[in-house]
């Protein structure tokens, strides 16, 4: 089977191209967390991120657009041994992408997970991603992690 170059035509592949590219990623506090790549497979039909977190968290992630969905999916997977696994597209200029998953210090609570990626005044050499997590399903949310993606 040969790559399709049809295959990923609609505009919705698109959306999320903002992100590609190589990163210093620093939290709110202007401390620089890691470095982040973000790469284009098969001809644009999906990215590969690839981080490596100055606190030594390695982790990846493949995100695609379905259009039989309509949607974005993103598993992200690292070296805690953490899978996440998200779903969502475009609200407004900002990527927004949800799950749910156990709390890893008791399963028996569920975690919803809403990640968003947007430029940050329409610079696209910078990008916020903000991770939220509520433990109430969406009534509240707490802030897991505010990136200010740098381009490099």
């Known amino acids: 089977m040969s790559d399709d170059p049809e295959a ?4 919705a592949h698109r959306e999320f191209d903002f992100w590609i ?3 210093n ?5 202007g401390t ?8 284009p497979l098969f001809g644009g039909c999906a990215l590969r991120e690839t981080w490596n977190g100055t606190a030594g968290l390695r982790g990846t992630s493949l995100n695609v657009y379905s259009e039989a969905r309509g949607s974005w999916h993103q598993t992200w997977v690292d070296s805690s041994g953490s899978l996440l696994t998200l779903d969502g597209g475009l609200r407004g200029a900002a990527m927004v992408l949800e799950g749910s998953n156990p709390a890893r210090e008791d399963p028996a609570v569920m975690l919803r997970h809403r990640i968003s990626w947007s430029t940050i005044d329409g610079d696209p050499d910078r990008v916020r ?9 969406g009534q509240t949310w707490e802030t897991a992690f505010d990136g200010r993606y740098a381009r490099r």
Request: hydrophobic share 35%; net charge negative; proline share 3%.
């Open 32 to 39: 620089l967390a890691g470095r982040n790549l973000i790469e």
């Open 25 to 29: 990623v620093h939290d709110a506090d």
């Open 129 to 137: 991603q903000h991770w939220q997590v509520s433990r109430d399903e």
């Open 8 to 11: 990923c035509v609609h505009p």
């Open 21 to 23: 590219g190589e990163w």
